[in-house]
């Protein structure tokens, strides 16, 4: 190794770092914008949030869904542990349903519901046929819903 | 020059390996019949989960590219060896356009399951940004007509760019995006059925042969390049 491609290989390096360094601190205190949406435990724990426009994010619990008309519905929010309320007026999207995976864009209200104008279907990473799902059922192997 | 460019261009796809055009079209070809009709469709998404054949690889590819990109660029910094700055300019285009498929595909697939075609979420985001990257690479060599100094310039926006990467690979599973985790990992069994992997892997090589021969015709250019270069600066 010539001492050239040495010196190279050395600024190359501190170089390196120093980004590396400058992208992490960017990173950390950009943490906060990076973050999609909340769950409801983190919501709840930061009241700071009530009152404003948020998305909240996890399954939809089961048997909390119903719908005043066609187009006003009420579902539960959990990630497990907590549950949100949640209002939303408008159209929902083909693969909403109990027990999956869900992030709704609104408002956090004063008194914890959460009023809902866009509601997004979150997939999970499961790809499956249908015959296969049957099969699990049966079998009494499926996980999942 | 232009017409020169023109006549380089054509003499270059006939030269073309053959073989590999033929294996990147018939890998195509075998690929989409298992994606469209030899697959089960999804028991959740239906149909619109076949766009996933497409979006998977590209996506990969992208990755890879980048990476092969951003590595040569690196050893053309320590070494100034003329070739690994060949290879870099060779493979950024095919780069770009998987990023742009992935994009696109990516969008397609959003609007059905999601109900939007796009979102700001981390992983989206930090795509856009990879797509941003491979422009400004290719644009920036382009426009500083020192190409010693564009060589050097470029190379540095890959190199820094390259950060990029474990932030799109890793979006998914440090912050909370809508984008879902990924689906094949290493260490774990796959989350998808094995009559769905078989098409994903015959995309996946097409997608590699298309890689292969795109950039091999690309290479081949950018040494004409090279060479009308050195020519118009005596």
Request: aromatic residues 14%; neutral net charge.
């Amino acid at each position: 190794m010539t001492s050239l491609v040495k010196s190279r290989l050395i600024k190359f390096f501190l170089s390196l770092i120093i980004v590396l360094i400058a992208v992490l601190i960017i990173i950390f205190n950009l943490r906060e914008n990076i973050i999609y949406f909340y769950g409801p435990t983190e919501l709840i724990k930061n009241s700071d949030k009530q009152g404003q426009i948020m998305r909240l994010g996890g399954l939809v619990s089961v048997d909390s869904f119903q719908n005043e008309t066609d187009s006003i519905f009420y579902f539960s929010i959990t990630d497990g542990e907590n549950e949100i309320d949640v209002k939303y007026e408008g159209i929902l999207p083909n693969l909403f349903a109990e027990d999956k995976g869900v992030v709704v864009e609104g408002v956090y209200m004063n008194d914890g519901r959460f009023i809902a104008n866009k509601v997004l279907a979150k997939h999970d990473e499961n790809y499956m046929p249908p015959e296969v799902i049957e099969t699990l059922k049966k079998s009494g192997k499926w996980q999942g819903e | 020059m232009y017409i020169k460019i023109k006549n380089n261009h054509i003499e270059l796809i006939k030269s073309a390996n053959p073989y590999l055009i033929f294996a990147t079209i018939f890998a195509f070809v075998i690929g989409l019949y298992y994606s469209l009709i030899q697959s089960p469709p999804d028991y959740i998404q239906g149909d619109s989960m076949r766009i996933m054949y497409i979006h998977v690889p590209s996506a990969w590819f992208a990755l890879m590219t980048y990476s092969i990109l951003a590595g040569s660029c690196v050893l053309w910094f320590i070494t100034r060896n003329p070739l690994f700055n060949v290879v870099a300019r060779s493979i950024a285009q095919v780069g770009m356009v998987f990023t742009l498929m992935s994009l696109i595909t990516g969008s397609i697939w959003g609007k059905p399951t999601w109900g939007v075609w796009w979102v700001w979420d981390a992983r989206l985001t930090s795509m856009l940004i990879l797509f941003f990257l491979y422009i400004a690479y290719i644009f920036l060599w382009q426009a500083i007509s020192n190409k010693e100094l564009a060589s050097k310039i470029s190379a540095a926006l890959a190199i820094i760019g390259f950060i990029n990467i474990p932030i799109i690979k890793f979006s998914v599973d440090w912050w909370n995006t809508l984008h879902q985790p990924a689906s094949i990992s290493k260490l774990s069994a796959p989350s998808i059925d094995v009559s769905m992997l078989i098409p994903l892997f015959i995309m996946t090589a097409a997608c590699f042969l298309f890689l292969v021969t795109v950039s091999l015709i690309r290479f081949r250019l950018v040494l004409i390049e090279n060479k009308m270069l050195r020519t118009s600066s005596l």
